[in-house]
């Protein structure tokens, strides 16, 4: 069974900096890809950012490029998510999560219990 823990939320002020990490465990974590999800309150949860199962390929939310970056350690087992300018519509609860392929085209079958991250001055 996989477990993945997230860690690194907190309170922001607009056009700050937050990294969110994930810790994995259960599976061979270096053969899947890894995703950041999130939602705020009354929204539906989004997809915020993807990695391949090597970390040579990357996508995301057009809300976020160029602000965001996903890196992955595999000798560590851990994703993170590197949030630079933040602004208050980034306010959410921020899900890692699993997928069942190599990058982010297939089924995302594990999920965080989720970290939240408040942008406000």
């Known amino acids: 069974q996989v477990q993945l823990v997230e860690s690194g939320g907190g309170l922001v002020q607009p056009g700050g900096s937050l990294r969110l990490s994930c810790a994995a465990s259960?599976?061979?974590?270096?053969?899947?890809?890894m995703g950041w999800f999130r939602q705020a309150p009354g929204k539906e949860r989004e997809f915020v950012a993807g990695i391949s199962w090597s970390g040579t390929l990357t996508t995301y939310a057009d809300s976020v490029k160029g602000r965001f970056t996903i890196p992955r350690d595999n000798a560590k087992n851990t994703v993170s998510l590197q949030m630079n300018s933040l602004k208050p519509e980034d306010t959410a609860v921020y899900y890692c999560?699993?997928?069942?392929?190599?990058?982010?085209?297939?089924?995302?079958?594990?999920w965080g219990q989720g970290t939240q991250v408040t942008v406000s001055s």
């Open positions: 999560a699993w997928n069942s392929g190599l990058g982010w085209q297939s089924a995302w079958n594990y």
């Open positions: 259960g599976r061979p974590f270096s053969n899947y890809g």
